[in-house]
């Protein structure tokens, strides 16, 4: 393949990844608009529903260590979405200083059957690929993820 090929190849494909990440970006920012919540919220919603859908019960410092954030930013995260319906603390049954976090009164189905639409949709344009190219794809990923974490 000659030189400006190549070019021209990284260029559209850089160029395809990043209307991907923007499109992606849109849904995430008029969900998080409906819900009235920030980025941080909303990721600590995901892994709540996670957590609810695979019977794990996560601690304040479980959503700290995942989001990496510090304590204080937590807590004051957790009592905004508190305080909107959107989980509960819990006290742990045995142990008085722990505090379990679950998702609360508040209904946030539309952000569950986003995901899961979301990942039907992605489902079905993989479903289509020609034979191999997962493969192919997994491993661009794989490559370009750690060419990025090199920076």
């Known amino acids: 393949m000659a030189v400006q090929d190549e070019t021209s190849s990284a260029?559209?494909?850089?160029?395809?990844?990043?209307?991907?990440?923007?499109?992606e970006g849109a849904v995430r920012g008029r969900l998080r608009d409906s819900m009235l919540v920030c980025e941080n919220d909303l990721l600590a919603l995901e892994q709540l529903i996670e957590a609810q859908d695979h019977h794990v019960t996560l601690t304040p410092s479980?959503?700290?260590?995942?989001?990496?954030?510090?304590?204080?930013?937590?807590?004051?995260?957790?009592?905004?979405?508190?305080?909107?319906?959107?989980?509960r603390r819990q006290p742990h049954p045995s142990d008085r200083r722990k505090v379990f976090v679950t998702l609360g009164d508040r209904p946030i189905e539309h952000l569950r059957r986003s995901g899961t639409?979301?990942?039907?949709?992605?489902?079905?344009?993989?479903a289509d690929m020609p034979d191999g190219s997962a493969t192919l794809l997994v491993d661009f990923l794989s490559r370009l993820r750690v060419a990025a974490e090199a920076v």
């Open 11 to 23: 260029a559209a494909i850089l160029s395809a990844l990043s209307a991907y990440e923007a499109a």
């Open 117 to 126: 639409e979301a990942h039907h949709r992605v489902e079905t344009v993989i």
């Open 62 to 87: 479980n959503i700290t260590q995942e989001l990496g954030i510090s304590s204080a930013s937590t807590t004051a995260m957790l009592d905004r979405l508190e305080r909107s319906g959107y989980l």
